[in-house]
C-alpha cells in the first residue's frame, strides 16, 4: 500500500495538520488503527494536563484544575483524610479505609 502526507483537521481547535508517511509508518508499525484526532499543539497541551493531575477537555481546549479537596474527620476511626465533595452533617464522612468497610457490610 502506497503512503502519502493527509490533512486531517483536530477535533479540538479546528486547524488543519499534516498527518505524515512517517507517522503513518510509525502508526502501522506499533498497531494503532486510528488516525490522530488532535494536532501536535492539542496533543501536547492534552499531554501536559494529563502530567500535571488535571484534565484536558476536547472540543475547545479547555484545561481544568484538579478538584477541590475537602479536609475531613473519619466518622468510624476519626483519622484526618479528603474528600472530593462538600461534607453535610447529616451524613457520616469515612476515610477510603474505613468506608471500604461500611460499604462492605
Known amino acids: 500500500m502506497s503512503l502519502a502526507d493527509k490533512t486531517l483537521t483536530c477535533v479540538d481547535c479546528g486547524s488543519p495538520f499534516t498527518f505524515t508517511v512517517g507517522e503513518q509508518q510509525f502508526y502501522q508499525m506499533k498497531g494503532l488503527m486510528n488516525e490522530p484526532k488532535r494536532c501536535p499543539s492539542c496533543r501536547s497541551a492534552a499531554k501536559v494536563a494529563r502530567q500535571s493531575g488535571g484534565s484536558y477537555s476536547s472540543g475547545g481546549g479547555a484545561y481544568r484544575s ?40
Open 66 to 105: 484538579r478538584r477541590e479537596m475537602h479536609d475531613v474527620i473519619c466518622a468510624e476511626c476519626g483519622a484526618e483524610t479528603q474528600v472530593p465533595f462538600l461534607p453535610r452533617n447529616d451524613r457520616p464522612v469515612y476515610c477510603s479505609d474505613c468506608f471500604d468497610k461500611v460499604r462492605a457490610r
